[in-house]
């Protein structure tokens, strides 16, 4: 394995010095982050320019922007079916996450979570554990599934929050977010969902949902970095991270990110437009061709979460043998990106704690790359992605002392 990796970086040394430029590029990593569309670009345009307020300000300047920003909110608050006053812009999903949690929980409270969270929420609990709170992390069963009767059977009288994600960032694999709604609601307990992937990839509907808070951040829905929301719903009472100003309703101190958030707003307008216009039906089906494409193409494949149901643009999949990361490489030489999980644990050599969680080898997990395709996504990107990934599967296969000796095993 450690020769295949040694000889790819030999390649791409070879490759560099005679680097194509026009060399077509592929982005198939949108769940790490997704480009601006342009429609957002234009809209926080003159935010960055000409309208310059702080919407805090009472003149002329300040008004401008402060208008920009609440239509934004209703934008916002139109996808998660909620009142614009439940939103609050924060700098992203990680602080959303951190706000939730550390805004709702103090030592001595319960909390429950899961093994698959993304670490925003996972760290945050781990840290809340050195606060002097307890937290009980549900599994998850072979397909990343949570049980919500897990749950319910973890709440004890002092639970104070509920935090377990809509959709996992690795494999894609939705959670049955209504069911634990519902007992939360029956034991009187927060609930908040982490829906940083699931926004705009499917419906988010709070109010069946029945949380109390909810993250999304925006350039996972093709809004700049930078950016997010937590949903507070009415009547939650949250503490602030930040202390300052009053801005968000005393939820978020801090002079509010006018581009961002207006490109947000708009990423949010085209993100309901997408439920309806057959963008999101467009998306399932790339995935799925370029999933069945894969399977049937290559052997010793499988799909982490099969059987699940996940949003509709990511696949997650193991190709046995080889090392997903020289694989990562190996299709970036050829101008495909994709990733191994999680961004910020991307080139980390541990197995992906979900995949682990799910009950996977950790050669499995060591082998698995996730695809996830956004909206800038076309058919010729689907087969372009099939020309490439076979025969570079082949090759490191080929490279492989491991599959080697399985051959040999094999035969
Ligand atoms: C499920 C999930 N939650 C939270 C985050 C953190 O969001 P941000 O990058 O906006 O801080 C991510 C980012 O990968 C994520 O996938």
Do not use: W
């Not at 919407?55 to 996808?79: N, P």
């Not at 993304?118 to 840290?127: E, F, I, T, W, Y």
């Amino acid at each position: 394995m450690r020769f295949a990796r040694e000889r790819l970086l030999v390649d791409s040394g070879r490759q560099q010095g005679g680097y194509n430029r026009s060399m077509r590029r592929v982005y198939m990593d949108n769940n790490a982050t997704s480009p601006l569309l342009p429609e957002a670009l234009e809209a926080m345009r003159p935010y960055l320019g000409e309208r310059f307020g702080n919407a805090s300000s009472i003149h002329h300047h300040g008004q401008q922007t402060r208008a920009a920003v609440e239509r934004a909110r209703e934008s916002v608050a139109k996808l998660l079916n909620c009142r614009a006053a439940e939103i609050v812009f924060t700098s992203g999903g990680t602080e959303a996450d951190n706000l939730a949690v550390f805004g709702m929980v103090h030592g001595g409270d319960h909390v429950i979570s899961s093994t698959i969270e993304h670490h925003a929420v996972l760290n945050s609990c781990h840290r809340l554990e050195k606060m002097g709170a307890i937290v009980t992390y549900v599994p998850v069963d072979g397909r990343g599934v949570i049980d919500p009767e897990d749950v319910r059977r973890a709440l004890r009288p002092n639970t104070r929050l509920i935090s377990i994600m809509m959709a996992n960032n690795e494999t894609g694999v939705l959670q049955p977010v209504e069911s634990i709604g519902g007992i939360a609601t029956e034991a009187d307990v927060y609930f908040h969902t982490d829906a940083v992937q699931a926004a705009g990839k499917c419906v988010i509907d709070v109010q069946k949902i029945g949380c109390d808070l909810l993250s999304i951040s925006g350039h996972k829905m093709h809004a700049p970095q930078g950016t997010g929301v937590l949903y507070v719903r009415k009547g939650t009472l949250l503490d602030p991270l930040f202390y300052g100003g009053n801005h968000e309703r005393q939820r978020r101190a801090g002079t509010e990110n006018v581009p961002g958030i207006v490109a947000l707003g708009k990423a949010a307008e085209i993100a309901v437009e997408a439920f309806g216009n057959g963008e999101v039906a467009r998306l399932e089906a790339l995935r799925d061709r370029l999933q069945q494409g894969i399977l049937n193409a290559v052997d010793e494949t499988g799909v982490n979460g099969e059987g699940a149901p996940r949003v509709p643009t990511t696949t997650n999949i193991h190709f046995d043998h080889i090392e997903g990361e020289a694989l990562i490489i190996a299709l970036d030489l050829k101008g495909l990106a994709v990733s191994t999980g999680a961004a910020c644990s991307s080139g980390a050599l541990e197995p992906s704690h979900v995949l682990m969680a799910m009950g996977l080898a950790s050669e499995r997990a060591r082998a698995s790359v996730r695809f996830s395709l956004g909206k800038l996504n076309t058919a010729e990107d689907v087969d372009f992605a099939l020309s490439l990934i076979p025969p570079t599967v082949a090759r490191l296969r080929e490279l492989s002392p491991v599959y080697k000796k399985h051959l040999v095993i094999g035969s």
